[in-house]
């Protein structure tokens, strides 16, 4: 019989944890019975909302294909806006007095909190300086987690999520596409076995610190399928205290995604197995990255309203990100594709002038020739950038560049008209927009991306 611990309270550990102060002052009791997502009895009650403050991901997942926009669409990866750790806050103040049954707030994303552990760090901190009573959550590759775990720990981050879909390199290889360990790219063999030993000593590590784990794996048919069970013996020499077996989903533009999807027969057998060594979790929603609400509860347009809101350029006076970079032959018009420009002008934004932007200075851009690398190169010559304008992008280009927080935004004509409305917190003027690029309510949502 598999032991589903989120109908049992008292499976995980303990149903509350309190914490002393640096003056020795008790901390406000957390209740563990109130996260939606490891007490099944909860989730129809209590909600969560996630922070989506990290965009850059430090590996592939053959599986995966975060470039999709749509409000519909309910999987990890998603988010319709991308939060700095200030917006984050001011976002959640809001949410809260909309929503008042959250009780935890996590950052799942939409890449991964230790490829953005500046970020993470910097949001988690405010949220427990503001909510001394909220519950705090991770979901993470496991990758980079490994420096921030005694930090976590003393925020009291109380539940962690894992994704560990092999203990057998072997198979891991043929499921991460690569790895990028700092700035060094890994493929292969070497990488799945570097992943696997962050994730198992992370693990380790956060059991020795009395947070809750939760193992994500997902099922993939002819390629970790008949391995699940193996990662659930594992997981309980470990002592983790609930896994999430989940059935792959395709998706398009990624590797596998010419892979059916698993039955409901392959899924429980295989529930069913790995249960005999870790408690199962039985009602996921494959939350997005900017998911808020109950568990069952989709996107809402007023609530993607409010995201983008807070996401617009210019709302955050404190952004560590001041300037927008342009790609033009002269200087005055944004006329140059980003694969041809051989430079960049950047601007910050200038009360003082009549356009309301001043000029910064020239960047040379990366030379050609190096593909993707070019593009991690390219951003980080952006690090204190938070867009760049262009006539146009490819999308390769542009999925490197957002990954690294560095918004793409295409348009043609005055730079000064353009970057006034976007240091503004305004939308671009009509006439100078390119096309159109997200999708809204309309949209009926595959799972797949609207394109």
């Known amino acids: 019989m598999i032991h589903d611990l989120t109908s049992d309270t008292n499976a995980c550990s303990s149903d509350s944890v309190t914490a002393v102060n640096e003056d020795g002052t008790l901390q406000p009791t957390l209740d563990f019975s109130k996260h939606p997502c490891f007490n099944k009895d909860s989730h129809h009650k209590h909600g969560r909302i996630h922070l989506p403050v990290a965009p850059r991901c430090n590996l592939q997942c053959n599986f995966c294909n975060r470039k999709f926009d749509c409000m519909n669409e309910s999987r990890p990866g998603v988010t319709s806006a991308v939060l700095s750790p200030t917006q984050a806050s001011a976002y959640l103040d809001t949410m809260l007095k909309r929503v008042p049954n959250l009780t935890v707030v996590g950052i799942a994303g939409p890449g991964d909190p230790f490829a953005n552990p500046v970020e993470t760090m910097a949001t988690l901190k405010d949220v427990r300086r503001k909510h001394k009573d909220m519950m705090l959550c991770l979901a993470t590759n496991g990758l980079g987690i490994g420096p921030y775990i005694d930090e976590i720990a003393a925020l009291q981050v109380s539940h962690v999520t894992l994704t560990v879909n092999a203990v057998d390199p072997e198979i891991g290889a043929k499921i991460y596409a690569w790895i990028r360990d700092g700035k060094r790219p890994m493929r292969g063999l070497e990488a799945a076995k570097l992943l696997l030993e962050r994730q198992l000593d992370a693990i380790v590590r956060l059991k020795e610190a009395g947070v809750v784990v939760k193992i994500n794996s997902i099922i993939i048919p002819g390629v ?220 009926k949502g595959t799972g797949t991306g609207c394109a």
């Open 224 to 443: 970790n399928d008949q391995h699940i069970e193996a990662v659930a013996t594992k997981m309980a020499e470990l002592k983790v205290d609930i896994m999430n077996s989940m059935a792959f989903l395709p998706v398009a533009g990624a590797e596998f995604e010419n892979i059916a999807p698993p039955d409901n027969m392959l899924v429980a057998s295989t529930r069913l197995k790995a249960g005999r060594h870790v408690a199962q979790m039985s009602h996921c929603a494959r939350c997005r990255a900017d998911a808020v609400g109950l568990i069952n509860e989709k996107m809402t347009e007023e609530n993607l309203i409010t995201l983008q809101e807070f996401a617009r350029p210019g709302v955050d006076s404190d952004d560590a990100r001041p300037y927008i970079a342009v790609a033009s032959q002269e200087g005055m018009l944004v006329n140059q594709h980003l694969g041809e420009a051989a430079r960049v002008i950047v601007f910050k934004p200038d009360a003082t002038t009549p356009s309301g932007i001043k000029f910064v200075e020239v960047r040379k851009t990366p030379e050609p020739g190096a593909g993707q690398a070019r593009w991690s190169e390219f951003a980080d010559i952006l690090h204190d950038c938070r867009a760049l304008v262009v006539s146009a992008a490819g999308p390769q280009p542009k999925r490197v560049l957002e990954d690294h927080g560095v918004t793409v935004i295409e348009m043609e004509g005055m730079i000064e008209e353009g970057l006034s409305a976007i240091f503004a917190g305004k939308p671009i003027p009509a006439s100078l927009s390119r096309r159109f690029t997200s999708c809204g309510s309309g949209c």
